[in-house]
């Protein structure tokens, strides 16, 4: 049931741009996107609620593929401010989309 | 405004003991949640609650138990600790508008078991 999410980490040096991948085994209802500094509580970046949405925030946008159970974040000309590390969270339509179940995360460094 | 405030922070306690954490949140949300959060698993869900007086089990409930008796608060208890359940737990509520369930998370409570 837990999404599985991909790259486990990466390194970016300033200015490079990343993709984080999401995938579900369940049909999705919506996909968060959220972004953990080390020691800090996970902070909302954004939600996508339809297949085929696409959001921006800053340089960081995503997109979701309904059809294809999954989505991905994008960031672009990366900051040292982006490092940290990156959870999707899923609510599926079988469990009524009040569970927000999350990916192992994927660990986003940028190196000057 | 102190959005999603959880008690204690920090706490060792030895095997058998037992405890409670305490959730609570000022934004009159109706839902609410317990993670735990353990290197290399990501944010696993223990229980959660979409309003006062329910409950419900998530991920991974075995060993915990949980009350919502006020809308604002959400207990998270441990009957008997064992070293598996040391982790750091966090709790989010949210108030789901337009479809879309937004969580807003606490600072954390790092558990100790030994």
């Known amino acids: 049931q837990q999404p599985v999410q991909s790259p486990q980490a990466v390194i970016l040096r300033e200015g490079e741009d990343a993709v984080i991948n999401c995938s579900s085994s369940?049909?999705?209802?919506?996909v968060h996107w959220y972004r953990q500094k080390h020691g800090e509580a996970p902070v909302f970046l954004m939600i996508l609620l339809k297949g085929g949405e696409q959001k921006g925030h800053e340089k960081i946008s995503a997109s979701f593929n309904e059809k294809k159970q999954q989505s991905s974040l994008y960031l672009t000309a990366s900051q040292l401010s982006y490092s940290g590390t990156y959870f999707c969270g899923t609510e599926m339509w079988e469990t009524s989309y009040d569970k927000v179940i999350f990916g192992p995360g994927t660990s986003l460094s940028v190196i000057p | 405004n102190a959005g999603v405030t959880q008690t204690p922070k920090f706490r060792v306690l030895k095997t058998g003991q037992s405890m409670t954490l305490l959730c609570a949140q000022d934004m009159n949300h109706e839902y609410m949640y317990w993670y735990r959060q353990d290197p290399g698993m990501g944010l696993r869900l223990i229980h959660y609650?979409?309003?006062?007086?329910?409950?419900a089990k998530g991920e991974v409930p075995d060993g915990y138990n949980v009350s919502r008796l006020k809308k604002q608060n959400f207990l998270l208890g441990l009957e008997s600790a064992a070293p598996s359940q040391t982790s750091v737990y966090f709790c989010a509520s949210s108030y789901p508008t337009s479809g879309a369930n937004v969580l807003t998370f606490g600072a954390g409570s790092r558990l100790t078991v030994l």
């Open positions: 369940k049909a999705l209802y919506s």
């Open positions: 609650s979409v309003g006062e007086g329910t409950t």
